[in-house]
C-alpha cells in the first residue's frame, strides 16, 4: 500500500512544468538579423537630440543598453504593459525570436552619449 503524498509535494509537481519554463533560457539573438529589424528603430531612436513633435518628449538612445533591459522593454510593448501607441505597435510585429536578435544587436552598440 502506498501513501498519498503531502499536498505540498502534490501542488510542487503539478507545478513543476510551469517553473522549469520559466527558468529556460531566453533565445539566443543574431545580432546580423537584428541589424535588419531595426532599420525603422534608427528613424527615431538613431537620431541626436531627436524629439518627437506631439506629443513632446525625449527618444531615447538605446545602442549600448544591456540585451537583457532591451528584451524585457520590447516584451513589455508587445503585451501592453508598457504604453506607447507607436512602440506598442512595433513590438506587436516582432517574435520573441525577433526581440532576441534586436537586443543582440542594439546592446552591440557603443553606447550613446
Known amino acids: 500500500m502506498t501513501r498519498p503524498l503531502p499536498i505540498a509535494a502534490t ?9 522549469a519554463a520559466a527558468q529556460q533560457p531566453a533565445a539566443a ?10 532599420y525603422t528603430c534608427r528613424g527615431c531612436h ?3 537630440g531627436y524629439q518627437n513633435a506631439y506629443p513632446t518628449y525625449h527618444v531615447p538612445k538605446i545602442g549600448g543598453q544591456s540585451a537583457q533591459y532591451l528584451v524585457n522593454a520590447l516584451t513589455e510593448y508587445k503585451q501592453g504593459k508598457r504604453k506607447h501607441p507607436t512602440m ?3 513590438a506587436q510585429s516582432f517574435s520573441d525570436q525577433d526581440i532576441a536578435d534586436i537586443a543582440a544587436y542594439l546592446s552591440n552598440l557603443k553606447k550613446a552619449k
Open 46 to 48: 538613431g537620431v541626436e
Open 88 to 90: 506598442q505597435a512595433q
Open 29 to 38: 539573438g543574431n545580432a546580423d538579423k537584428g541589424k535588419q529589424l531595426t
Open 11 to 19: 501542488l510542487a509537481l503539478a507545478f513543476l512544468p510551469f517553473i
